[in-house]
């Protein structure tokens, strides 16, 4: 008999055990999208969005629910070779905020089966591409697998029950199905947002002698109403983001997206601007070889001429594209380009576009500001007045830093005199504006504006007072590097709403 009800107990203990075992499962692992912004020197990662098996209850705050780390491997180069400077150890990313979503998007808290983790994009280690060199050639290099995230719930989240019927009345479900902290958290994909929705192209001019191809990078609105029509923002890059062409000659695909990914440039037209709109980021192919006269980058006439032939293939393509409202912005290279533009004697190339942004450009040659001697400032001076300004009769705003120590100051301040008649420039190289065209003057800025002498056009300047540099942070600056004043321009919401504002004349 004991034999027997221990047999029992036994069996008893066996099956219990048994079925603890099975109804315990494994941790559930979800999946979760990885979203970057393109910001001012590249795309940073600012948010998760991990999706989940039903309905979360509607949770404006579960910032401290979650804990990420993020570790960035070293990339290779386009060579293969490791990017030691690459490499991020691993570390926590600081969430600024925390909710339930109905949709994978930043930014519209609502039940659904997504959290949204934003987090700081300044972080040291948000970068989803890295942007540097190794060495002397720019790398523009998607972290892709070498981006490794890590998440984990730091307590339990509830699923959502709806209210059962009980006759007339309604009652909480009575059971609680909750996702329990043990659950594991897989990367799935990657996005940028607005930058992933841009098409890569090459264009072709057979009968161009040496360089017969362009890169490009192009944006339609994914909703377009039957007879609607809306500008197209041409943006010009700067020379760090040029193709490799030394080493990649015949893939002008290998780093097309680099002008589109490594500043606001391209991005902050649909993502600030007033009107839905066309975007196009071309880049440039050869960047230091010279045409018959001795020109190179976006004004040797090779390259200008794929680039204008690439603007007009993409109006002829898109019916909507509004002819009267082409606008064109470029930095630092791609200022000289739109200034050799737009002082062309040609009309159809210099009046082709409705206005220009330039930012830390010249019309001639780069002048590095440094320490000039008296003699060699007076030259640059003499140089920069030099240039022939009578064709440029559309409206232009520049941007400048007043020491920028790659383009010297003087590219914005001389032209800006000349085209206006409203200021002087002296042998310091100081601007004298005339009474009325200094509109705003402040710690950080300083703004003109007057009508072109001679086109009866706006002609605007905004000179930042960066200065020694003390000043970057305030003025919206992430690099204390007085060239880059587009990464204050390009988020100048009044800037882009003049630009959206101007129109070509029939």
Same mark, same amino acid.
């Given at each position: 008999?004991? =034999?027997?009800?221990?047999? &029992?107990? $036994?069996?008893?203990?066996? @099956?219990? #055990?048994?079925?603890? *075992?099975?109804?315990?499962? %494994?941790?559930?692992?979800?999946?979760?999208?990885?979203?970057?912004?393109?910001?001012?020197?590249?795309?940073?990662?600012?948010?998760?969005?991990?999706?989940?098996?039903?309905?979360?209850?509607?949770?404006? =705050?579960?910032?401290?629910? &979650?804990? $990420?780390?993020?570790?960035? @491997?070293? #990339?290779?180069?386009? *060579?293969?070779?490791?990017? %030691?400077?690459?490499?991020?150890?691993?570390?926590?990313?600081?969430?600024?905020?925390?909710?339930?979503?109905?949709?994978?998007?930043?930014?519209?808290?609502?039940?659904?089966?997504?959290?949204?983790?934003?987090?700081?994009?300044?972080?040291?280690?948000?970068?989803?591409?890295?942007?540097?060199?190794?060495?002397?050639?720019?790398?523009?290099?998607?972290?892709?697998?070498?981006?490794?995230?890590?998440?984990?719930?730091?307590?339990?989240?509830?699923?959502?029950?709806?209210?059962?019927?009980?006759?007339?009345?309604?009652?909480?479900?009575?059971?609680?199905?909750?996702?329990?902290?043990?659950?594991?958290?897989?990367?799935?994909?990657?996005?940028?947002?607005?930058?992933?929705?841009?098409?890569?192209?090459?264009?072709?001019?057979?009968?161009?002698?040496?360089?017969?191809?362009?890169?490009?990078?192009?944006?339609?609105?994914?909703?377009?109403?039957?007879?609607?029509?809306?500008?197209?923002?041409?943006?010009?890059?700067?020379?760090?983001?040029?193709?490799?062409?030394?080493?990649?000659?015949?893939?002008?695909?290998?780093?097309?997206?680099?002008?589109?990914?490594?500043?606001?440039?391209?991005?902050?037209?649909?993502?600030?601007?007033?009107?839905?709109?066309?975007?196009?980021?071309?880049?440039?192919?050869?960047?230091?070889?010279?045409?018959?006269?001795?020109?190179?980058?976006?004004?040797?006439?090779?390259?200008?001429?794929?680039?204008?032939?690439?603007?007009?293939?993409?109006?002829?393509?898109?019916?909507?594209?509004?002819?009267?409202?082409?606008?064109?912005?470029?930095?630092?290279?791609?200022?000289?380009?739109?200034?050799?533009?737009?002082?062309?004697?040609?009309?159809?190339?210099?009046?082709?576009?409705?206005?220009?942004?330039?930012?830390?450009?010249?019309?001639?040659?780069?002048?590095?500001?440094?320490?000039?001697?008296?003699?060699?400032?007076?030259?640059?001076?003499?140089?920069?007045?030099?240039?022939?300004?009578?064709?440029?009769?559309?409206?232009?705003?520049?941007?400048?830093?007043?020491?920028?120590?790659?383009?010297?100051?003087?590219?914005?301040?001389?032209?800006?005199?000349?085209?206006?008649?409203?200021?002087?420039?002296?042998?310091?190289?100081?601007?004298?504006?005339?009474?009325?065209?200094?509109?705003?003057?402040?710690?950080?800025?300083?703004?003109?504006?007057?009508?072109?002498?001679?086109?009866?056009?706006?002609?605007?300047?905004?000179?930042?007072?960066?200065?020694?540099?003390?000043?970057?942070?305030?003025?919206?600056?992430?690099?204390?590097?007085?060239?880059?004043?587009?990464?204050?321009?390009?988020?100048?919401?009044?800037?882009?709403?003049?630009?959206?504002?101007?129109?070509?004349?029939?």
């Amino acid at each position: 008999m004991k =034999k027997t009800l221990i047999l &029992f107990f $036994v069996i008893i203990v066996i @099956s219990a #055990v048994s079925n603890q *075992s099975q109804g315990a499962a %494994a941790p559930t692992v979800f999946p979760y999208t990885v979203i970057s912004v393109v910001k001012e020197a590249n795309p940073r990662v600012v948010a998760l969005a991990i999706e989940f098996e039903k309905d979360l209850p509607i949770n404006w =705050k579960l910032d401290n629910a &979650f804990q $990420v780390t993020a570790e960035l @491997s070293p #990339v290779k180069s386009y *060579s293969g070779d490791l990017i %030691a400077n690459s490499a991020i150890p691993r570390a926590r990313r600081t969430i600024t905020k925390a909710y339930t979503s109905r949709k994978a998007e930043i930014g519209k808290p609502s039940q659904g089966k997504f959290v949204i983790i934003e987090m700081d994009p300044e972080d040291y280690n948000a970068s989803s591409w890295y942007f540097g060199f190794n060495p002397g050639i720019r790398q523009a290099i998607d972290y892709k697998e070498n981006l490794r995230y890590e998440v984990k719930l730091l307590c339990e989240l509830n699923y959502f029950k709806p209210d059962v019927p009980a006759g007339k009345m309604m009652k909480p479900g009575s059971v609680i199905e909750t996702v329990k902290t043990d659950s594991t958290f897989e990367m799935k994909s990657t996005k940028i947002v607005n930058a992933d929705q841009f098409i890569q192209g090459i264009y072709t001019t057979p009968d161009n002698p040496t360089i017969k191809e362009i890169g490009y990078n192009f944006y339609k609105p994914t909703t377009l109403s039957e007879g609607e029509k809306l500008p197209l923002v041409v943006f010009l890059h700067g020379s760090g983001q040029s193709h490799d062409y030394l080493n990649f000659p015949g893939d002008l695909m290998v780093d097309v997206k680099s002008p589109l990914l490594a500043n606001q440039g391209g991005i902050t037209w649909i993502e600030n601007g007033p009107d839905k709109c066309f975007v196009l980021v071309p880049q440039m192919p050869a960047r230091d070889t010279k045409d018959a006269a001795g020109m190179m980058a976006w004004q040797n006439s090779e390259t200008r001429k794929l680039l204008l032939g690439l603007v007009n293939k993409v109006i002829a393509e898109n019916a909507a594209i509004d002819t009267k409202r082409l606008y064109i912005a470029g930095l630092s290279m791609g200022g000289v380009g739109i200034w050799g533009i737009i002082t062309d004697p040609n009309p159809a190339i210099s009046q082709k576009f409705a206005a220009a942004i330039i930012i830390s450009g010249m019309p001639k040659l780069f002048m590095p500001a440094s320490t000039d001697s008296p003699d060699q400032k007076k030259a640059k001076l003499a140089e920069a007045l030099a240039a022939d300004y009578s064709n440029v009769k559309i409206p232009v705003w520049l941007f400048h830093c007043d020491t920028d120590p790659v383009v010297n100051r003087l590219g914005a301040r001389v032209p800006f005199a000349t085209l206006t008649g409203k200021a002087t420039v002296n042998t310091n190289g100081d601007l004298v504006p005339a009474a009325g065209i200094l509109k705003k003057n402040t710690r950080l800025m300083k703004y003109y504006a007057a009508k072109g002498k001679t086109s009866g056009k706006e002609v605007r300047y905004t000179e930042y007072q960066f200065g020694d540099g003390t000043n970057f942070r305030d003025l919206g600056m992430v690099t204390p590097m007085g060239h880059n004043s587009w990464e204050i321009a390009f988020k100048d919401k009044e800037m882009i709403d003049w630009l959206f504002f101007q129109k070509k004349s029939r």
